[in-house]
């Protein structure tokens, strides 16, 4: 055999071993999802059936209007419920439209609750899961994260009076449920009652608005729980 065709012999051989490399990381990544959605719990990443619903709502907040469970979490959280985080949606989003964007397994992102600008209440994570919302893994599983919609974009990043009455009723529902006597909100992380930016710097989220109002929360939320 001569140079010229052992050279060639040699490069077709590459090529097909290239091939075969392909097809083989193909079928890992292919069998790795299948185990990843294997291992999701059965109601996250579709559309319940009433009784579902009602079961999933009787074990997170009576307060919930709308449910779709976000893939975007990890089953179960790691630590017992200790804080709540608040976020804001940077706009004013539908509870469904939010949670198509939350069921995007590549988007990687969720939160445990949202509420509208209407003051209805979604559930995207169950309490037991934590949620990836507060580019902060400690601080996520140990927190219930809730969303909130601005009525203003930009500036402040105000939120109408029906999504914050929400956010203080969800706040209280959480803290009974969950054993958390009283908020506490430091300016830092080290309180009970905490805001995205105190974990990413990058991040003006809550916005403006809702980081005033961090202490009037507290405040209200523990005249609730001391009745």
């Known amino acids: 055999m001569d140079k010229r065709k052992a050279d060639k012999n040699t490069k077709f051989l590459s090529i097909w071993l290239l091939l075969a490399g392909f ?39 009576s307060l919930v209007d709308y449910v779709f469970l976000s893939p975007n979490a990890d089953f179960p959280r790691e630590d017992e419920i200790k804080k709540i985080t ?17 069921g995007e397994r590549d988007r990687r992102a969720s939160a445990n609750y949202a509420i509208d600008g209407a003051g209805r209440i979604a559930l995207y994570v169950e309490e037991s899961n934590r949620a990836w919302t ?40 959480i803290c009974r449920r969950n054993g958390i006597e ?13 805001i995205h930016k105190m974990f990413k710097e990058d991040t003006e989220c809550p916005g403006p608005y809702l980081e005033n109002k961090m202490e009037e929360i507290a405040v209200k939320v523990n005249e609730r729980l001391r009745k």
């Open 134 to 173: 507060s580019s902060n893994e400690e601080n996520d599983n140990q927190a219930v994260t809730i969303e909130v919609a601005n009525d203003e974009i930009g500036g402040d990043w105000h939120v109408g009076s029906a999504a914050y009455g929400t956010l203080i009723d969800l706040c209280e529902d």
């Open 86 to 102: 608040i976020h804001h949606m940077a706009g004013d989003l539908g509870l469904e439209e939010l949670g198509e964007a939350f």
């Open 182 to 194: 009283e908020l506490v909100y430091t300016g830092d992380a080290d309180g009970n009652l905490t």
């Open 23 to 61: 097809v083989v990381l193909a079928v890992l990544v292919f069998v790795l999802c299948l185990i990843s959605d294997q291992k999701l719990p059965g109601f996250v990443g579709r559309e319940l059936t009433e009784a579902e619903r009602e079961s999933v709502i009787e074990r997170n907040s």
